[in-house]
């Protein structure tokens, strides 16, 4: 079970942190990712943390995103700076698959995030 | 990066059976996953790997995948089918993952 958390309005060139609460398993443990869908459109993959602090980014956000995730608290973290309008989506965040690890199998009902003046 | 190409839309009667499919070089060498999104709601995840069903997901969505082109099957599709359904597989670096456009589909 996943929830995401901080969504909102934010100007563009603002910052915003996600956050991504999980129960039901040890986020720390696990491969997470996070996955927006800009109003009217389709899934578009962002980023993703493997064991440790290992990351990668997609180039639209390369730069600004940062994942992160704590162990204490089992949660996920985006931090988004420089925001764009184009930022603007519903972000969720989801579990890569433990046993078939390119599949995304736990998602959460997602957060959204409007970039505009 | 890779990238995974559906078709915008497909349609079926009701009872009958409708392959959505996705295409993409990564395919050679990645699995491509299978995503059901209805409106409003989140994605789930409908079929994995080599023609995995997650638990809960009924027996009549079925996978495969030949060379570049991977396939979600629904056979006896049924009104609660209607949806968008999502492809994704790693890209080619392996550390990337993508999605494919999404394929609407309408039950008639």
Known sequence: HLVESGGGLVQPG???????????FTVSNNYMTWVRQGPGKGLEWVSVIYSG????????VKGRFTISRDKARNT???QMNSLRAEDTAVYYCARVSP????AFDVWGPGAMVTVSS | SSELTQDPAVSVALGQTVRITCQGENLRHYYASWYQQKPGQAPILVMCGINNRPSGIPDRFSGSSSGHTASLTITGTQAEDEAV???NS???SGNYWVFGGGTSLTVL
């Open chain 1, 76 to 78: 996920l973290y985006l």
């Open chain 2, 85 to 87: 359904y999502y492809c």
């Open chain 1, 53 to 60: 602090t290992t990351a990668f980014y997609a180039d639209s």
């Open chain 2, 90 to 92: 790693r890209d080619s």
């Open chain 1, 14 to 24: 603002g910052s915003l942190r996600l956050s991504c609460a999980a129960s039901g």
């Open chain 1, 99 to 102: 046993t078939t690890d390119d």
